[in-house]
């Protein structure tokens, strides 16, 4: 289990890393460890509401512009 919580918080963290305009690992090595939590969850019947596979991630914005 403990590789689980340590895998869902090191792609949560280089998510906000990415989001904050400073990437630490590389999209190749981020997929890596998501299909491997993937599998993991998989393999375990197990989701925790914190994995990146449960979450919707998106920038939130103010306005929309029309198109058209």
């Known amino acids: 289990m403990q590789f689980y919580q340590d895998l869902i918080e090191k ?3 280089a ?4 989001d904050a305009g400073k990437p630490y690992m590389s999209d190749h090595e981020w997929d ?3 299909w491997q939590l993937v ?4 393999t375990h019947g197990i ?5 990146p596979t449960q ?4 920038k939130v914005v103010n306005k929309l ?4």
Do not use: D, P, R
Not at 65 to 68: M, S
């Open 15 to 18: 998510t906000e890393a990415y």
């Open 47 to 51: 989701a925790l509401s914190n994995s």
């Open 32 to 34: 890596e460890l998501y």
């Open 39 to 42: 599998l993991w969850e998989q």
């Open 11 to 13: 792609l949560n963290k």
């Open 65 to 68: 512009l029309k198109v058209g």
């Open 55 to 58: 979450q919707i991630h998106y």
